[in-house]
């Protein structure tokens, strides 16, 4: 069975940190790479960070230096720890691997969590 849950979302102040969480099913998790994706309102789903298997890590630029994704293979776990959090970095994040998972031909995605940068 396929599955990916995320958690670890929440409402944070300009500057603050959080950490999120996915449990991703074998499956999933057994890809090459896995990645943190957003989504804002109004706004197209991005891909914000990447490990592959090989432990090297890819971010989109404005992330850099204040995002670090991780993975725990025992627990086939995938961290995204965010720090110096903006009202920008509002959105829905989701886990996935990279490309996205594919399920009978329809792209899968779990609920994903919500990460909001609000004074």
């Known amino acids: 069975q396929v599955q990916l849950v995320e958690s670890g979302g929440g409402l944070v102040q300009p500057g603050g940190s959080l950490r999120l969480s996915c449990a991703a099913s074998g499956s999933i998790f057994r890809t090459n790479a896995m990645g943190w994706y957003r989504q804002a309102p109004g706004k197209q789903r991005e891909l914000v960070a990447t490990?592959?298997?090989?432990?090297?890590?890819s971010y989109l630029e404005p992330v850099k230096g204040r995002f670090t994704i991780s993975r725990d293979n025992a627990k086939n776990t995938v961290y995204l720890q965010m720090n110096s959090l903006q009202p920008e970095d509002t959105a829905n994040y989701y886990c996935?691997?990279?490309?996205?998972?594919?399920?009978?031909?329809?792209?899968?995605w779990g609920q994903g969590t919500q990460v909001t940068v609000s004074s």
């Open positions: 490990i592959f298997s090989s432990g090297r890590t």
């Open positions: 996935n691997s990279h490309p996205f998972w594919v399920d009978k031909g329809v792209p899968y």
